[in-house]
């Protein structure tokens, strides 16, 4: 009895692991013991996706699907991103097959290098995919109007379509094989050389007259390019030439200003010249000093004071030149004596 027991109990923790694992399994596997982070996706369509499939990022798998919820006529999935594993805030979800009848899987892009990761409970940009589905619906529906028209080419529609082509084909026989033996002639005669087409095509000159036509385009153009740097130089002197004759006349301008603002004080009667030309009293006292000076010259010419006598009196002019006379014999008397005598003579007549 006692052994039964242990039996049984032996038993029933077997079957009881057994049950922990398959419910571990069920749950999402050892995924469920992971230490991560979560991040939330809004998507139109799952398109299959179920809890547990995994989440890549370039190919290599960062987490797995936790579950799903409903938010704002979206989606919301729930992905579980293991810890270590760093998505960016500029990478996107997608929601991508491995195949035709492929595993689900949620696709992240790398992101920027230089991007901050996100933190926990954010809400990831996504992207949607094409419906699998959708698509192969579509095909199946191109494909029955394929069918459709392969179905309705009979035997009668196909000769009711071609039939008149081969009819023309039969009545122009002989055009068409004379049109097509011209052809030949034609470009038989385009080989050998003959005609305009044929030495386009065989003459060697033409192509020579070309690259000659083409060497003097490019020379034209780069003397016309010239040409215009020429221009270009010319129209840059033009304008220093027009600043500097804004410049002068901007100057003139000042200076004529000036010269505006001096006749108006000149008007005025401001400054010297303005008083010159304004005040009566400088006139009169010049008409005054004027009648003076005149009245002086007078006395003068009639030999009155002592300016007059000295220009009026002739007995001044006689003493002059007796003095004049003198003086020249004096001299004419020492130029015999010696430097002492003359010496002593000019202190004997000073003193």
Do not use: H, W
Not at 64 to 78: L, P
Not at 230 to 239: F, P, R, T
Not at 284 to 289: D, F, H, K, N
């Amino acid at each position: 009895m006692k052994g039964s027991l242990e039996t049984k109990l032996g038993v029933f923790f077997a079957l009881a692991a057994l049950a922990g694992v398959m419910l571990i399994e069920l749950s999402g596997g050892m995924d469920a013991f992971k230490k991560g982070y979560k991040l939330y996706g809004d998507f139109a369509n799952v398109q299959q996706l179920k809890p547990g499939d995994p989440i890549k990022m370039a190919g290599v798998p960062v987490g797995s699907v936790d579950s799903f919820d409903f938010v704002e006529g979206k989606v919301r999935v729930v992905m579980k991103i293991d810890e270590g594993r760093f998505v960016k805030t500029d990478s996107v979800a997608a929601i991508q097959a491995a195949g035709l009848i492929g595993q689900n899987f949620v696709a992240l892009t790398i992101g920027a290098a230089d991007a901050p990761a996100f933190e926990a409970e954010a809400v990831m940009q996504t992207k949607e995919q094409a419906d699998l589905n959708a698509i192969m619906t579509k095909l199946d529906n191109v494909a029955g109007g394929i069918e459709n028209l392969t179905k309705s080419f009979s035997g009668d529609s196909i000769q009711n379509v071609l039939g008149p082509m081969t009819d023309f084909l039969k009545q122009n026989n002989p055009r068409i094989t004379a049109l097509l033996a011209d052809m030949q002639v034609v470009s038989s005669n385009m080989l050998a050389g003959r005609g305009t087409m044929g030495k386009f095509l065989v003459d060697d000159g033409f192509y020579n007259e070309s690259q000659a036509a083409l060497r003097k385009l490019t020379l034209a153009a780069d003397d016309a390019r010239s040409l215009l740097a020429d221009a270009k130089g010319s129209i840059s002197k033009v304008e220093s030439t027009f600043d500097e004759a804004k410049t002068i006349f901007g100057d003139l301008k000042v200076t004529l200003q000036g010269a505006q603002q001096t006749i108006d004080k000149v008007n005025n009667g401001e400054g010297t010249l303005g008083k010159l030309l304004l005040d009566d009293k400088l006139y009169s006292e010049s008409t005054l000093a004027m009648v003076n000076l005149r009245q002086i010259f007078e006395k003068i010419n009639m030999g009155e004071g002592s300016a007059g006598k000295l220009i009026n009196d002739p007995g001044l002019y006689k003493n002059a030149q007796m003095t004049l006379q003198k003086l020249d014999k004096a001299t004419e008397g020492l130029e015999d004596t010696g430097p002492l005598s003359i010496l002593g003579t000019a202190v004997n007549q000073l003193f």
